[in-house]
């Protein structure tokens, strides 16, 4: 008995040092990347092109994944700028998203103040140069692995568009593009490291029309019905509504059409919102009394109403034995170690914007018990976390205290104390994909906690019938 106890210790023993060694290659490939992935980064954060236009960024990171032997299909899911690159056979299938998409009117220099780039243009406000390109390297890390036959299974990397708007990744669901995967990865750029336990926001985004009648406004007013009477009508009930939703729930919007003229009665007025909660459940119930609002304004104004759905994203779904996992490896790696220059330079951030100058926080955050009521970011990943297992990480690129989707991120994410993160982002998701691949148990554990979770529920995406809207520059 005790040399069968001593066997079965030693074999553990003996894969826990393969294991360990096969996490160094990764790191390493990682780290022999390291040159290229930050002209990716570089490069697309120059292009920063918004949801549905990213020509540029999209074709890049498919041509660099090319260059390294995936197969790569571009145009998935009809989205002109999504592309799936694969690589091996087989199960396991372990998936890593990657986003490149910027912001509009976000451009903004390298620089610890405010200083445009190029008056107008978009910026990397979210810092999604970074993303697609960390992710891209990681799943490089494990193609060359894969390659040597030192894993099996296949890993796949998905380009996802527009994911600041449209929605793209509820696209690539509905196409049944996760349908083999076994799970998924993920990660966001932040203002600090830690393995998410945390949910994000359900969200949907309508347009809400009126048309009305036009007249003179001054000779013969009472010939025309106001469109935007019925606007102004619908926003002030909106306004009033809050004081009677839960305090989980955010409603934003703006006024997209209000008229031509001041002496022209509007026939035509346009507003677009944003309505968030923590569950769908909760989005759907905001969303039918806001259908009623819109019903009433249009009835008191005597115009016409319509609402129609333009996207939306559900509730990050959190596996928490992944978020686990995930931890112990971010542990291994250490934190990100930033110059006294950067440091310098996060601080005059933080002076900029009228925040404590703290500087980097490097830390990797102790692992937290999720809340019910999450903050208030809404991403499209939600809805691949509701239809395979969804893995998360986010990793320092920003000051802390900075606002987010403005120009300090677009600096940050432009020089080296976003690409560190970068780099450290893709050497924590590709050593977790090492665990996934060499441990089926760990991915039936997942699994297991996953159909938990989604048994009951029927997916349906917040985004309309038909294919994705067509964006022009």
Known sequence: MKILILLITLFFSVSTIFAQEKKTLAVNSIQEQKTELISLSKKIWSFAETSLQETNSAKLLA?????????????????????????????PVIAIVGEFDALPGLSQKVSSTKETFLQGQAGHGCGHNLFGTASLGAAVAIKDMIAIGSLKGTIRFYGTPAEEAYDGKAYMVRAGLFKDVDVCLAWHPREMTRADTQSTKALVNIYVEFRGKTAHASR???????????????????????????QSVRMHYVIRKGGEAPNVVPDYAMVELWIRDSTGKGVNEVLERVRKLATGAALMAEVEPSLSL????????????????????????????????????????????????????????PLEEPIEDPPGASTDLGDVSWNVPTLHISVTTAPEGVPWHSWPVVACAGMSIGEKGMLHAAKSLAVSMVELFEDSRLRETIRTEFNEKTRGHVYKPYIPDGPPPKVSR
């Open 220 to 246: 013969d007013p009472w010939n025309g019905r106001s469109a935007l009477d019925a606007l102004e009508l619908f926003t002030h009930g909106v306004n009033l509504m809050r004081e009677h939703v839960k």
């Open 63 to 91: 041509d660099y994944a090319e260059k390294q032997g995936f197969k790569v299909e571009r145009g998935v899911a009809e989205l002109p700028t999504g592309f799936i690159a694969s690589y091996g056979e087989g199960k």
């Open 310 to 365: 333009q996207g939306g994203a559900y509730n990050l779904l959190v596996n928490q034995t992944g978020a686990k996992m995930l931890y112990e490896n971010m542990k291994k790696l250490g934190d990100i170690d930033y110059s006294p220059e950067e440091q310098e330079f996060a601080r005059q951030i933080q002076i900029a914007v009228g925040v404590e100058p703290k500087g980097m926080n490097s830390t990797l955050q």
